[in-house]
């Protein structure tokens, strides 16, 4: 049986999702809840390896398994055994023509950030934070030369895996309430650090130290060098993938409704 589950995490206490030795990854917690609840190592596959201190309102996960579990008992099941940072939020059964990464057809992120000449506190690692003031403005004409399919290699970071920089960014939106910004990032697929590689730049531009021209020059340029320091993961969430309306897969969490 092949098994899909959505979990919401907070990253801050993990080295990302991907397992690692130590097991301080939040791949690691969640196989180690599955196994005690079914009674039998189990191995996951995600939507998405999000970086240290990255957050998840509904990364994707699938496992094949011969343990027989309702799906809401696979919900409640393994929440027992996961620490409270972690939650499973759904679980669907489905085919093996499922694939939690190579089913997907795109995937969502959004960025918070406070701005405030007083750093974070009740929010800290929940939000990034800017001291300077920031004009939508000039950020979302900037944004603007991303849209498409370009090279992001200029955004992109040493580690990454992926083998083509090249990448579709479909939306970029920009908005504001009270003194928090969201941007919110849609693409066929991200390299690593790219949407915080991106904020850099989005952050530069919007405080006045570059300009709309510069943005577009960096992508040109296809050089990691031009563009602006890898910005905090603190205010980054991973909203999710999405797929095929056939595979029955849930877009939303409760999770969704509580970011700003």
Known sequence: MRVALGIAYRGTAYRGWQSQPGGQTVQDRLEAALAAFADRPIRTVSAGRTDAGVHALNQVAHFDTQAERAEEAWVRG?????PDDIAVQWCRFTSDAFHSRGSALGRRYAYVLLESRVRPALEAGHVGWTFR?????????ASQSLLGR????????????????VKTLRSLVIVRRGDYWRFDFDADAFLHHMIRNLMGCLIAVGSGLRDAAWL?????????????????????????PYYDAGHAIPERTPAMSWLP
Not at 78 to 82: D, G, H, P
Request: glycine residues 8%; aromatic residues 10%.
């Open 78 to 82: 393994t929440n027992r055994y996961l």
């Open 150 to 165: 370009h090279d992001f290699s200029a955004f992109r970071s040493a580690e990454c895996q992926s083998p083509t920089p």
């Open 216 to 240: 577009a020059a960096v992508l040109e340029g296809k050089d990691r060098a031009l563009a602006a320091a890898t910005f905090a993961p603190d205010g980054l969430y991973f909203l999710g």
């Open 133 to 141: 003031k920031l004009d939508g403005e000039a950020m979302r004409a």
